[in-house]
C-alpha cells in the first residue's frame, strides 16, 4: 500500500524556518539550518518559472533585492537575492541567500553568503554552500550575482581567509577561487591560506 505524503510533513521545514525568522531575523541563527530538509512543493507544479516570479515578487513586497537568476547543468534554477534590512548597513554587511528551485520543489533552507564592505574593499565573512550542494553550480552563479554587487559599488579589493576548517576539501576551494580570478595564498603547513581578488581597471585608473 502507497503511504500518502503527510501535508503537515511537506511544511515543517518551512514553518521551522519561519519561526526561526521571527525569533532570531533573517540570519542563520543554528547549525541546524545547515541541514538538508524536504523540498517544499511547487505552488504549480512543474512550473519552476513561475515559482521564481512567485519569489521574486514576494522577496521585493518585503523590501530584499532579487540580483542574479540562472540555471545549472542539472535543469534548476538558482536565485540569487540580497537581504536588505534598512538599518543603514546594507551597504556595510551584506547579506546574500541562494535559493535553489527545481521540478521536485525548493531545496530549504537556503545557502547563506555575508560579506563586509568598507572603503571599496570587500571581504568575504562566510559562504555556507555545503554538503549534498557542492559541485552543482551553486558557487559560480553566486559568484556572478556577487560581482554584480562588486561593479555597482565600485569595489576594488575583495579578500579573504581559508581557515583549517575548510582544508579537507582545500584544492576545491583553490580551484573554485581561481576559477573565478582569486589569487590564492596557501600555507599547508599551518592549514591556513588567504584569497584575493583585485578590480585591475579601477586600481589602474587610480594609478592612472
Request: charged share 30%; with cysteine.
Amino acid at each position: 500500500m502507497t503511504k500518502k505524503n503527510n501535508p503537515l510533513d511537506e511544511k515543517s521545514s518551512e514553518q521551522l524556518t519561519n519561526i526561526l525568522k521571527d525569533l532570531f531575523g533573517d540570519s542563520d541563527p543554528f547549525p541546524m539550518l545547515k541541514n538538508e530538509y524536504k523540498p517544499l512543493p511547487l505552488k504549480k507544479k512543474g512550473d519552476i518559472e513561475y515559482e521564481v516570479r512567485w519569489h521574486t515578487t514576494d522577496l521585493e513586497k518585503d523590501g530584499h533585492k532579487v540580483i542574479h537568476v540562472a540555471q545549472n547543468r542539472f535543469g534548476e534554477s538558482v536565485m540569487i537575492y540580497r537581504l536588505m534590512y534598512g538599518d543603514g548597513m546594507d551597504d556595510v554587511n551584506i547579506h546574500l541567500r541562494v535559493k535553489v528551485i527545481s521540478k521536485d520543489g525548493v531545496r530549504v533552507p537556503d545557502s547563506n553568503v555575508h560579506v563586509h564592505v568598507e572603503n571599496k574593499h570587500m571581504d568575504i565573512a562566510d559562504i555556507k554552500i555545503e554538503g549534498e550542494r557542492v559541485n552543482r553550480g551553486y558557487g559560480s552563479i553566486m559568484m556572478k550575482g556577487l560581482m554584480k554587487i562588486v561593479h555597482e559599488m565600485q569595489i576594488k579589493v575583495i579578500t579573504g581567509w581559508i581557515s583549517s576548517v575548510d582544508w579537507d576539501h582545500i584544492d576545491r576551494s583553490e580551484h573554485f577561487y581561481r576559477k573565478h580570478g582569486f589569487d590564492c595564498q596557501l600555507d599547508h603547513e599551518n592549514k591556513k591560506g588567504t584569497i584575493l581578488w583585485v578590480n585591475n581597471e579601477l586600481v589602474n585608473g587610480d594609478v592612472n
